[in-house]
């Protein structure tokens, strides 16, 4: 490698890299070696020829997480350089790699004959740090994509050169597409193949065949293709959790007829296979097909709902300023009745049906006020349960035309419960079960309770997926109960008879703001995890006020207009810009 394919040197005087040039020595690391690990001295900055390697880290807890997945002329281990400290992090050789290593001790004969190098390296230190901190994600997006067929009916060869076409469309760059074994390939081939494309798709019919495993062996990204209710090829199972890694992220691509009302359910032995994310693609619909290449790529936006009871119907308005410009969610997510509207979404009602249900759901009629002897909650549920059944019943969460999850709160294990498959209506109960005011949904898991008590707005939980720019919409942190609400007479006579001032909440809206107010700890936690925040300006509205859902809706749509407008929902509207 010389000094022109090495841009961690570009900025060095000729002599002075040469000097560096001179010092380095090569090394070969097989795939599945680990080259360092987190805590181990460092003596070395390392300089990636060829192949690919990953970097983790151990949290508090010492669970692993992935941070990058590096790619020649990537530089790391640098810090090794100027301090003797334990490595941050550990790196694995993910294919057969080279290496160029500078030892400390090399570094500082370089050092020792020219001085400026040292300030050089600490300025490259310090923008690397500022890019880490500017707020933009450190994972590294996908660019090697491996496509196999685990049922029998898709084409891969097809699907990989439709998909190429939507990268291309959508993404910076020319995307290549390989669907067998060129001729005279060898790795030099294929590296240099790579280097040349923005992204790279193989594609394989065949289950473990040698150009199968040459294609999920390169692979950043498995997309595995199934007919819905074909059983799965006879070698899938076997090799997939042969292959399977934690820098191998596999989701399934589920064909279905383009005039289906709901998704057709996988094979129950295909559904077993290891995958992030089911991603349904209607026979003919660009728009599935784009989703897909926004979902695959790291370029998807995702729309994060959080609880607020009423005030939630401003949700309506988010959705309509969103459409208003063409700007679908891709994944969604959400918690209480920021769940139930997500929820709706990921059914693929139009806008105006969503309306239509979520106002003859709630506004019309208040769902919450079945009221009963008070031994679980002050009402039985079931108006809710009847409400929820009508309109989702059937459905599971994997089963949904795009990616959905909500949460709950866990009162068994004393932690929040991410939803992302099973019976929708009964994810959806317990996301909204109030606890006190709608009874509690008992499962094998535990005691389930309204999400927003511990995760009113879990952007955290979008984020986490990775797959692209979250816009998180808070409408549980405004004040609540800044006016004395207008009793009758018999109200007042009650009061007075308990020796309760006029001005006090009744226990229903108490129960509802305990369970879905924002604080300001999980604000922050949320405006940490997701690209942006929106807060519309709900003070005034009752968080059981549901006849107010045009207010509350026209609400919404102002601070998504508003946003739109000023720039700052720029990042989420276009990802790849």
Same mark, same amino acid.
């Given at each position: 490698?010389?000094?022109?394919?090495?841009?961690?040197?570009?900025?060095?005087?000729?002599?002075?890299? !040469?000097?560096?040039?001179?010092?380095?020595?090569?090394?070969?690391?097989?795939?599945?070696?680990?080259?360092?690990?987190?805590?181990?001295?460092?003596?070395?900055?390392?300089?990636?020829?060829?192949?690919?390697?990953?970097?983790?880290?151990?949290?508090?807890?010492? $669970?692993?997480?992935?941070?990058?997945?590096?790619?020649?002329?990537?530089?790391?281990? !640098?810090?090794?350089?100027?301090?003797?400290?334990?490595?941050? *992090?550990?790196?694995?050789?993910?294919?057969?790699?080279?290496?160029?290593?500078?030892?400390?001790?090399?570094?500082?004969?370089?050092?020792?004959?020219?001085?400026?190098?040292?300030?050089?390296?600490?300025?490259?230190?310090?923008?690397?740090?500022?890019?880490?901190?500017? @707020?933009? +994600?450190?994972?590294? *997006?996908?660019?090697?994509?491996?496509?196999?067929?685990?049922?029998?009916?898709?084409?891969?060869?097809?699907?990989?050169?439709?998909?190429?076409?939507?990268?291309?469309?959508?993404?910076?760059?020319?995307?290549?597409?390989?669907?067998?074994?060129?001729?005279?390939?060898?790795?030099?081939?294929?590296?240099?193949? !790579?280097?040349?494309?923005?992204?790279?798709?193989?594609?394989?019919?065949?289950?473990?065949?040698?150009?199968?495993?040459?294609?999920?062996?390169?692979?950043?990204?498995?997309?595995?293709?199934?007919?819905?209710?074909?059983?799965?090829?006879?070698?899938?199972?076997?090799?997939?959790?042969?292959?399977?890694?934690?820098?191998?992220?596999?989701?399934?691509?589920?064909?279905?007829?383009?005039?289906?009302?709901?998704?057709?359910?996988?094979?129950?032995?295909?559904?077993?296979?290891? *995958?992030?994310?089911?991603?349904?693609?209607?026979?003919?619909?660009?728009?599935?097909?784009?989703?897909?290449?926004?979902?695959?790529?790291?370029?998807?936006?995702?729309?994060?709902?959080?609880?607020?009871?009423?005030?939630?119907?401003?949700?309506?308005?988010?959705?309509?300023?969103?459409?208003?410009? +063409?700007?679908?969610?891709?994944?969604?997510?959400?918690? +209480? $009745? @920021?769940?139930?509207?997500? *929820?709706?979404?990921?059914?693929?009602?139009?806008?105006?049906?969503?309306?239509?249900?979520?106002?003859?759901?709630?506004?019309?009629?208040?769902?919450?006020?079945?009221?009963?002897?008070?031994?679980?909650?002050?009402?039985?549920?079931?108006?809710?349960?009847?409400?929820?059944?009508?309109?989702?019943?059937?459905?599971?969460?994997?089963?949904?035309?795009?990616?959905?999850?909500?949460?709950?709160?866990?009162?068994?294990?004393? +932690?929040?419960?991410?939803?992302?498959?099973?019976?929708?209506?009964?994810?959806?109960?317990?996301?909204?079960?109030?606890?006190?005011?709608?009874?509690?949904?008992?499962?094998?898991?535990?005691?389930?309770?309204?999400?927003?008590?511990?995760?009113?707005?879990?952007?955290?939980?979008?984020?986490?997926?990775?797959?692209?720019?979250?816009?998180?919409?808070?409408?549980?942190?405004?004040?609540?109960?800044?006016?004395?609400?207008?009793?009758?007479?018999?109200?007042?006579?009650?009061?007075?008879?308990?020796?309760?001032?006029?001005?006090?909440?009744?226990?229903?809206?108490?129960?509802?703001?305990?369970?879905?107010?924002?604080?300001?700890?999980?604000?922050?936690?949320?405006?940490?995890?997701?690209?942006?925040?929106?807060?519309?300006?709900?003070?005034?509205?009752?968080?059981?006020?549901?006849?107010?859902?045009?207010?509350?809706?026209?609400?919404?749509?102002?601070?998504?207009?508003?946003?739109?407008?000023?720039?700052?929902?720029?990042?989420?509207?276009?990802?790849?810009?």
């Amino acid at each position: 490698m010389s000094a022109t394919e090495i841009p961690f040197l570009a900025g060095l005087d000729p002599a002075a890299v !040469e000097a560096v040039l001179a010092r380095m020595v090569p090394v070969t690391v097989p795939a599945g070696r680990i080259l360092f690990e987190q805590g181990t001295p460092g003596d070395a900055l390392f300089i990636l020829v060829s192949g690919v390697v990953g970097v983790s880290a151990r949290d508090h807890t010492g $669970m692993p997480t992935r941070i990058a997945r590096l790619r020649p002329p990537e530089i790391f281990g !640098e810090m090794a350089l100027l301090s003797d400290a334990p490595r941050a *992090a550990t790196v694995i050789a993910l294919r057969d790699t080279q290496l160029l290593q500078l030892t400390r001790g090399a570094f500082e004969a370089v050092i020792a004959e020219y001085p400026q190098t040292l300030l050089y390296l600490s300025r490259i230190l310090a923008d690397r740090l500022r890019h880490i901190y500017d @707020g933009r +994600s450190v994972h590294h *997006a996908p660019r090697i994509f491996t496509i196999l067929s685990v049922t029998d009916g898709p084409e891969p060869a097809d699907f990989a050169h439709r998909l190429a076409a939507a990268f291309d469309a959508l993404l910076p760059g020319e995307t290549g597409c390989l669907t067998d074994w060129p001729d005279g390939a060898d790795e030099a081939w294929f590296q240099a193949y !790579e280097a040349r494309h923005a992204r790279v798709i193989f594609a394989a019919r065949e289950i473990d065949c040698p150009w199968c495993r040459q294609s999920q062996r390169r692979g950043d990204h498995a997309l595995l293709l199934a007919e819905p209710g074909a059983p799965p090829q006879p070698a899938a199972a076997a090799y997939l959790e042969r292959v399977r890694s934690d820098w191998i992220r596999m989701d399934f691509v589920v064909r279905q007829d383009p005039g289906a009302r709901r998704p057709k359910p996988l094979h129950p032995a295909v559904a077993k296979l290891p *995958a992030s994310l089911r991603i349904q693609l209607r026979d003919g619909e660009q728009a599935d097909l784009h989703r897909l290449a926004r979902l695959a790529s790291g370029a998807a936006r995702g729309l994060v709902l959080g609880g607020g009871g009423a005030r939630g119907l401003a949700h309506l308005g988010v959705l309509k300023a969103l459409d208003e410009v +063409s700007c679908a969610p891709d994944f969604v997510g959400g918690t +209480s $009745m @920021g769940a139930i509207i997500a *929820a709706s979404v990921a059914m693929g009602w139009s806008l105006p049906e969503i309306q239509r249900q979520i106002e003859a759901f709630f506004a019309t009629s208040n769902p919450i006020n079945d009221y009963t002897l008070p031994l679980h909650a002050l009402t039985r549920g079931a108006k809710v349960d009847a409400g929820l059944a009508a309109r989702y019943g059937g459905a599971r969460i994997e089963d949904l035309w795009l990616p959905f999850f909500c949460v709950s709160s866990n009162l068994t294990t004393g +932690s929040t419960m991410i939803h992302r498959s099973g019976d929708l209506t009964q994810a959806l109960r317990a996301s909204i079960a109030i606890p006190g005011l709608l009874p509690p949904v008992l499962c094998d898991e535990g005691v389930l309770v309204d999400g927003g008590m511990m995760n009113n707005l879990p952007a955290d939980v979008a984020a986490d997926l990775e797959r692209g720019p979250v816009l998180a919409v808070d409408v549980g942190s405004d004040r609540a109960f800044q006016d004395m609400p207008a009793r009758g007479w018999t109200g007042r006579f009650v009061r007075k008879l308990i020796g309760s001032p006029l001005a006090m909440p009744g226990l229903a809206p108490l129960l509802l703001r305990a369970a879905t107010v924002s604080g300001d700890a999980q604000s922050l936690m949320a405006a940490t995890h997701a690209t942006v925040v929106l807060k519309p300006q709900l003070s005034g509205i009752d968080l059981r006020a549901w006849s107010r859902f045009r207010e509350s809706a026209e609400l919404g749509y102002r601070e998504t207009r508003a946003g739109l407008e000023n720039g700052s929902l720029a990042r989420w509207v276009d990802p790849v810009r």
